[in-house]
């Protein structure tokens, strides 16, 4: 099976081939895909990242690794804000400590829970389900969160989505669910 550089590197240099099928998509079928510079940008981003990304399931995994601590500082961040809203002591510094004290138990939680509720190594995470999930998560992003059109959101979310089936492809692991 590949390891992280085969599906990263396959990711690299394989991204043209998704260009060509969004074209042909937009062309010939008149899906309506925008292939802009920022859209094909972002597009390459995601495209790359779901060449490694099926991997998050694998507690040995680079990516895997490396999502732990930015999931926790989030999950943290986040109790983070949600406590200054509920934690009001005097005097105001005791309250901003209390609140990043429990922010940070919030992230160490995050860390260990991280590893827990992730599936077994190829399960559903190595799926065409999840590959569709990341495909829409992308599109969704790029669409209502950085304020695109919809057809650079759509373009987006099908690089997503082949850049993660591309790594189902090199495990030769193309399951539905």
């Not at 109790?79 to 400590?97: F, H, K, M």
């Not at 829409?136 to 950085?146: K, M, P, R």
Request: proline share 5%; hydrophobic share 55%; charged share 10%.
């Amino acid at each position: 099976m590949p390891n992280y550089d085969a599906h990263v590197l396959s990711g690299i240099v394989t991204y043209p081939v998704a260009v060509l099928i969004g074209f042909l998509l937009k062309v010939y079928l008149k899906v309506p895909l925008e292939l802009t510079s920022t859209a094909m940008i972002l597009g390459y981003a995601f495209y790359v990242l779901g060449s490694d990304l099926p991997d998050l399931d694998h507690p040995d995994a680079l990516i895997h690794r490396g999502s732990k601590p930015i999931v926790s500082v989030a999950v943290g961040s986040a109790l983070y804000v949600w406590a200054t809203g509920w934690v009001n002591l005097s005097p105001e510094w005791v309250s901003v400590v209390v609140a990043w004290v429990i922010g940070a138990v919030g992230a160490l939680v995050g860390w260990y829970a991280f590893t827990w509720l992730m599936p077994h190594h190829r399960g559903i995470v190595h799926s065409l389900l999840f590959a569709a999930v990341y495909g829409l998560l992308a599109f969704l992003l790029v669409e209502y969160g950085l304020k695109m059109k919809a057809g650079e959101a759509l373009y987006t979310g099908l690089s997503a989505f082949l850049g993660y089936t591309l790594h189902l492809t090199l495990d030769g692991s193309l399951k539905l669910v």
